[in-house]
């Protein structure tokens, strides 16, 4: 996100002529200031051109699209991702109308059964040998004709037959719902991978670890879980009640049409308050999380400066908003179903009572009047849960929007394949007038005309004081960036028409503070051939000078590290990193700072593991010690992203111009 005092700088043909428009953000409402050609006064600048601009600033720095509004396409791209799934969903519908239709069979047959029962004592109690005090006798003894008996069995059926109907629903519902959680998550993460590095450059992993995991859980619910199934089954049984109601007495229908439609408008208004709202709290939930996840993996810092108390009061505050957006969705949940109670209970008491009174004009029987006393019930259920399937169904298209948005997100150029693939590496590295700035800091410049040129199996050395540009280079080469002018060659082919998964397969990186996972050495050194043997692993240890450190430890090569290779000195550390850039054997290699934080013992022994690696390949050596750089071919000189002086140490050392001056 641009902030105030950012500067931006687009080529603007939306604008009118095309011109290159310097952006100041300098109010908080988001009115520019524009020197250009375009004729924009500084004062007026108008909300759409804000607009391009801001779209065109959040692009470059790969910030998200523009939050969507539900439409009838949203709705199809939802649809679509549960494609997949439409066996289990079809058969979890077949299911959902069997259940639905046993549920509306049974208040018939109550219905019924009380009409049958009430005809025979009334038939009984009228015999001469019976009086009506001996009624509740007559209902107890054995002569109730059988019929009344295969009636109650048949209700009895029902009710097994709707239970494993349900029981089939649920389950076949829930693993549609699982499986499109599993693969939504693979589909993000995979997303997520083949991100450009400056998308994570403005995101917080713990906000996109939310993505992956509640987000996805609660949008693969709305779509294809209990969620659906029960909003499905509610509108199937709301039609059905309806219909049935209505045949049975088109009178005390009139009683319950008119509420329908006022619950239904008040809970479409419902679900959208709960989406803007369910889409606030999983930010404020994204934001907890990325706090959380970034101060647990800088524990040792926090516990250094004591900050365990204010990192604490920052999280609580983080989750405080949680809370609050919760506390929101509850209050509205709550007003809403008791609203919707009330309305129902007052519902069925004018139901008794206009009923009642069909009864005693004999224009409705008693079983009938029971039929649509739990057809009622059936009615206010229904009712209420598809206005709770329609929020949840706002909660899920809210979380749909995050992931959606991640899943619309273009791949960069940098990480795309289809390339050229070399067949062969010789190694020579061309920096033709090179220009780069980062997209999220568009206005400053970092590399400033980089020309320079490495020779096949050689070895050059970037010298500068910190922020020249020398790490900058290395990602440039990795191709974790596009250069923003100039060109960069690999034997005389240009890196933007490289393959790049060909290009990174073959450059190893060594850096000063060694990425490791959490699991065993073995593990963290096959990361550098997945392909590798055990004899492959064990050889690239002790070309690391790793292999005597290893067989150290109880469990040898299984031994794990913890988190970031906690378990290991930085020495260790680095000697894994070695033997991993070894066994994945590259052509070219980049050595950033790899020894600066080490003590003279561990450095002599990477020193003399990296000189074996370095013979037979190109380097780039990232480096302040001389003792790191003096024996490169060249030494690169940088001051504020330009190249001062390319030289041997020896040439350099006795400079006596300003690049020497600069050097010593």
Excluded at 34 to 47: E, F, M, V, Y
Excluded at 98 to 117: E, H, K, S, W
Excluded at 509 to 519: R, T, Y
Aim: aromatic share 6%; net charge neutral.
């Amino acid at each position: 996100m641009f902030t105030k005092g950012d500067q931006v700088s687009f080529s603007c043909s939306d604008l009118g002529p095309a011109c290159a428009c310097p952006v100041l953000l300098t109010q908080p409402d988001n009115w520019v200031h524009l020197a250009s050609s375009s004729g924009l006064s500084a004062k007026n600048c108008p909300t759409s051109t804000c607009d391009i601009l801001g779209r065109r600033a959040r692009h470059a720095a790969g910030a998200e699209p523009k939050r969507r509004r539900l439409s009838s396409s949203s709705i199809r791209e939802l649809v679509r991702l549960a494609r997949p799934e439409l066996a289990l969903l079809s058969a979890g519908g077949a299911a959902l109308v069997i259940g639905t239709g046993t549920q509306l069979a049974i208040p018939v047959g109550f219905g019924r059964l009380v009409d049958m029962t009430a005809k025979e004592v009334l038939d009984r109690a009228q015999s001469p040998a019976l009086s009506i005090p001996h009624l509740s006798d007559v209902m107890q003894s054995e002569w109730i004709p059988s019929s009344l008996e295969s009636l109650s069995l048949a209700i009895g059926g029902l009710f097994l037959v709707g239970a494993v109907a349900n029981v089939a629903r649920v389950q076949l519902f829930s693993v549609a719902s699982a499986r499109l959680v599993q693969r939504l998550r693979q589909r993000l993460f995979g997303k997520l991978l083949r991100q450009p590095i400056s998308y994570f450059d403005s995101h917080r992993s713990g906000d996109l670890v939310t993505r992956l995991s509640n987000d996805v859980l609660v949008m693969g619910d709305a779509l294809t879980g209990d969620s659906l199934a029960s909003g499905a089954r509610n509108a199937l049984q709301l039609v059905g009640t309806l219909a049935i109601m209505t045949y049975i007495s088109p009178q005390l229908s009139s009683v319950l049409i008119g509420i329908g439609p006022a619950i239904a408008v008040s809970g479409f208004f419902y679900g959208r308050y709960v989406k803007r709202i369910s889409r606030s709290a999983q930010e404020s939930l994204g934001a907890a999380s990325a706090t959380a996840e970034e101060r647990l993996s800088l524990i040792r810092t926090v516990k250094a400066f004591a900050r365990e108390d204010f990192e604490a009061e920052k999280y609580a505050e983080r989750v405080h908003e949680v809370y609050r957006w919760n506390i929101k969705a509850a209050t509205a949940n709550s007003l809403f179903s008791g609203g919707t109670n009330l309305v129902g209970n007052a519902s069925l008491l004018a139901v008794l009572g206009y009923g009642s009174f069909l009864v005693k004009q004999g224009l409705l029987s008693a079983g009938d009047l029971t039929s649509f006393i739990l057809y009622t019930f059936n009615f206010g259920i229904s009712i209420i849960g598809l206005s709770k399937f329609y929020g949840d169904f706002m909660r899920g298209y809210g979380a749909s929007d995050r992931v959606m948005n991640l899943l619309n997100q273009s791949t960069s150029e940098t990480e795309l394949s289809g390339g050229v693939i070399p067949s062969s590496i010789e190694g020579e590295i061309v920096f033709s007038n090179v220009v780069f700035r980062y997209p999220s800091r568009p206005t400053k410049i970092i590399l400033d005309g980089i020309s320079m040129a490495i020779k096949p199996q050689s070895i050059m050395a970037l010298v500068g004081h910190s922020g020249c540009g020398k790490s900058t280079i290395a990602a440039l080469l990795l191709k974790l960036y596009n250069v923003t002018s100039g060109v960069i060659t690999l034997d005389g082919t240009s890196l933007d028409q490289i393959d790049t998964h060909w290009l990174r397969e073959n450059i190893g990186i060594v850096s000063q503070e060694p990425d490791l996972f959490h699991g065993t050495i073995e593990e963290n050194i096959r990361y550098g051939s997945l392909t590798a043997s055990r004899d492959d692993i064990v050889d690239s240890a002790k070309a690391a000078n790793a292999h005597e450190f290893i067989n150290g430890f109880p469990d040898g090569y299984a031994t794990s590290i913890g988190q970031g290779g906690v378990d290991l000195s930085g020495g260790q550390k680095q000697r894994l990193a070695i033997a991993r850039a070894i066994l994945k054997n590259p052509r070219l290699l980049i050595l950033d700072e790899a020894t600066s934080a080490l003590d003279s013992r561990s450095e002599r022994l990477i020193n003399e593991a990296l000189n074996r690696v370095m013979a037979t390949r190109t380097t780039i050596v990232i480096a302040h010690r001389v003792s790191t750089f003096q024996t490169a071919h060249q030494i690169v000189l940088l001051r504020d992203g330009r190249v001062l002086a390319i030289a041997p140490h020896t040439t350099l050392l006795h400079d006596t111009t300003e690049a020497g001056d600069y050097y010593h």
